[in-house]
């Protein structure tokens, strides 16, 4: 079902419960005032009648018969009866009345009651002159009531069910009003494909849900967008960095198959052909590791270790591939309670993050010192990687994480632009935060958070 008929619906069926219920409140308030009133008029002739029977004095008694019939308002098919109470609970019976027990036993209880029988009523109160009592007992049809709650009812209904209808013509312009910039949105969404991702939706200048919602979906084709934009450079960066070790060892080895070649030809083409494969051999191996981490950044993390340890190993094997590197770990402020040094984490790949980000410490400050400080607290373990090499430009930090990017200064280096991001994916994927400070010609800053849950 389409949101705007259930937004038609849902407003209808609301409307039709509110209009119900208020329709049940005004007719039982209606139909209580009337009663009330009517109760009123029962009780004055109630009281009228009593004093008629009480008067000894005909002049009086003729007073108040005439007040009866011509002051008071007429009420249909009146008739009253006075009942004597002998006493306790007995009194004299009076054959026309056809009333149930409770009713007189009420009356005599309370000194007042009062029922209702096909829109007739009948009211009892109780007298007492000179030491007798007496049960007067008036007795009216109220037809005008019963007319007027007919009549309240009519309009009820039919108000009832033009305001239904109404709140239907309502329902389907508000429906069509709320749901109007979600089919915009529709309509634009639909337009916009993988050849037009720069597209935007408009924003709408008021602030509410279609704002947020336009905001959010702008922001993902943000994203979006520059997803395409490092698949589209990784794969025309990998393409050229495989196709050059690749097309120079095809070169070389159909140069040398042209004729025969001295020894120290063929020597020097082999040499060639070793460098690039190394070189072939060494990207692809970049590449694999980069897939290890899993395109959703997600990967079993089976181990529990300490990072001072971890640090040493990295540092253990750096001592092996760089003799002479100048890297100082600074393991002095760890704190007493070795158990927050321990961090659930796949091991091999966390060594493999923590040496690429040192290992270009030492490559980008031409093998000057490089700083690892190692700090601890319940909340997180802190790894701070200073050097003070060439730096990085500011316009190159937003781009540092794109696969195969290098920079103006960092091209001078060997390497493919790999390891980076791959340290990246892993310390994310270890639920970590890697933040870049630096300054061009005065040394970076790298400092790797890992919460603790």
């Known amino acids: 079902m389409q949101i705007r008929k259930r937004i038609t619906i849902t407003y209808v069926t609301l409307s039709v419960l509110s209009t119900l219920m208020l329709s049940i409140i005004v007719f039982v308030l209606f139909r209580q005032n009337n009663r009330y009133y009517f109760l ?97 007992i008036i007795t009216a049809k109220d037809r005008r009531g019963h007319f007027s709650s007919v009549y309240i009812v009519r309009i009820l209904f039919f108000g009832g069910l033009a305001f239904i209808i109404l709140a239907y013509f309502l329902g389907r312009f508000l429906a069509r009003r709320f749901v109007l910039p979600l089919s915009r949105i529709t309509k634009e969404v639909k337009r916009i494909s993988a050849s037009n991702l720069h597209n935007r939706l408009p924003q709408p200048e008021n602030d509410d849900e279609m704002s947020d919602l336009t905001s959010t979906f702008n922001d993902m084709l943000d994203r979006l967008e520059t997803s395409f934009e ?109 158990s927050l040094l321990l961090m659930p984490c796949n091991k091999p790949l966390i060594e493999l993050a923590l040496s690429n980000i040192i290992s270009n410490g030492v490559k980008y400050s031409n093998n000057e010192t490089v700083f690892v400080t190692l700090g601890a607290t319940k909340m997180q373990l802190t790894v701070t990687i200073t050097d003070i090499g060439i730096g990085i430009p500011p316009e190159d930090i937003p781009h540092l994480y794109e696969p195969f990017f290098r920079g103006k200064e960092a091209s001078r280096y060997n390497g493919y632009g790999l390891g980076l991001p791959l340290a990246m994916k892993i310390i994310r994927m270890h639920h970590g935060e890697l933040k870049i400070q630096s300054q061009p010609d005065h040394g970076t800053i790298v400092t790797i958070a890992f919460r603790k849950d």
């Not at 051999?281 to 990967?299: H, I, P, V």
């Not at 591939?321 to 100048?326: G, I």
């Open 230 to 338: 490092i698949q589209a450079n990784f794969i025309n960066n990998a393409s050229h960095e495989l196709k050059t070790p690749i097309t120079t060892i095809i070169a070389e080895s159909e140069i040398m198959l042209l004729k025969k070649r001295e020894p120290e030809e063929y020597q020097q083409a082999l040499a060639n052909i070793y460098n690039q494969a190394s070189r072939l051999g060494n990207l692809t191996e970049s590449l694999l590791k980069l897939t290890l981490t899993g395109y959703d950044g997600q990967k079993q993390v089976k181990d529990v270790a300490r990072l001072d340890e971890l640090l040493m190993d990295v540092k253990a094997d750096l001592d092996k591939l760089y003799p002479e590197n100048r890297v100082m770990l600074r393991l002095d402020e760890l704190p007493e309670d070795d």
């Open 40 to 136: 009123k008029r029962l009780q004055d002739r109630a009281k009228i009648v009593a004093s008629i029977h009480y008067q000894n004095d005909p002049k009086k008694a003729e007073y108040y018969r005439k007040l009866k019939a011509e002051g008071l308002e007429e009420l249909i098919d009146e008739n009253d009866f006075v009942l004597k109470v002998n006493g306790g609970n007995t009194f004299e019976y009076n054959t026309d009345l056809n009333l149930p027990p409770e009713f007189y036993s009420e009356v005599m209880q309370k000194k007042t009651s009062w029922i209702e029988e096909s829109s007739r009523y009948y009211y009892g109160q109780i007298f007492n002159e000179s030491g007798q009592k007496y049960m007067v």
